[in-house]
């Protein structure tokens, strides 16, 4: 039987998860969260590209350390979800090609966020330059759309106020077509 002193030293040390190691939960789940979010359809573009922001800042971090193998395999899961809805809900006129290159270019950040500094820097030096190359052009591209989406959104509501002006004037007059 344990005494009272170590169960409780026991349970503040497991209270005491590394703050980095928190961080980093945290961090992943956002992105899930995010990717989850583009797999839904709700706001896509803006979506991804939070989910490839936050990849990027974070994969290549001396400050954050690697992903642990599940954190890798649950975001790669959710890299594919997105990637289906990505091509489900973005744009018609937006390039095919252009979302598999740009969520290829994620889910390679993803797996290189998964190993040691020590097995990343023995990647050639040009092909990390290339995946976040791809990545940024992705992300860059998202952000135009997701401002597209926000100016329509914008002019639809001009719109409907007109419409509304119309239906309901100001002068107690019958609106119009009543």
Known sequence: MQ?????SESHFEAAQQPRAESDLDCCVDGVRHDLEQA??????AWALSN???TVDVRYRSKKTGPISATQ?????SSVIRAQLGAIRHLPESYSREQIDAGMQALAG???VWAETHERSTKRRQHALADLDAYARMFRNDLHNISLREEIDRRAWQRRDAEI?????PDDGSEAVGA
Do not use: P
């Not at 890798?72 to 790669?76: E, F, G, I, P």
């Not at 509304?164 to 309901?168: C, I, N, S, V």
């Open 3 to 7: 005494s009272a002193a170590k169960v």
């Open 39 to 44: 797999a839904r359809g709700d706001f896509t």
């Open 51 to 53: 989910a490839l922001e």
């Open 72 to 76: 890798r395999d649950k975001l790669l």
């Open 109 to 111: 950040q993803v797996m």
């Open 164 to 168: 509304q002006k119309l239906l309901r």
